[in-house]
């Protein structure tokens, strides 16, 4: 079982048919879970805004939500002890380092390369545009 924590990078550049798009939707379809921060739905949202067109609920279909129940006070400390990420990139992070306190085991999909540094320097897997699965 392969599960990947999903950030907007990716999930925008699909939904956008972005230059290779068609490969990271495989790779998405690679993993047996996606899970995310509902971030990842507000900033799905304004680049639709941003684009003009109407929201697609099915842009997100199948993504499940991690909704924290405390404050992410000490991931924010992990991640930026790691290094620097602004605030929605931090948030991706520490939700992922929330869910999986030992990385190792979830992927961490990002096309944001500062965002994937550091997510592999913390321990996940990180699928960008060069990765697995």
Do not use: C, K
């Not at 320097?121 to 699928?127: I, P």
């Amino acid at each position: 079982m392969s599960v990947a924590y999903i950030d907007t990078s990716v999930l925008t550049a699909v939904v956008f048919d972005e230059p290779n798009a068609a490969a990271y939707a495989q790779r998405l379809d690679g993993f047996t879970r996606l899970i995310s921060s509902n971030l990842l739905e507000a900033e799905l949202r304004a680049a639709f805004a941003r684009e003009n067109l109407r929201y697609r609920e099915s842009a997100v279909a199948g993504i499940e939500w991690i909704l924290p129940h405390r404050p992410l006070a000490p991931e924010y400390a992990s991640v930026l002890g790691t290094g620097y990420l602004r605030g929605a990139d931090l948030w991706h992070v520490a939700t992922a380092l929330y869910v999986s306190p030992q990385p190792g085991s979830l992927w961490f999909a990002t096309l944001d390369a500062r965002q994937g540094a550091v997510a592999e320097a913390l321990g996940f897997r990180v699928s960008g545009e060069a990765g697995p699965p």
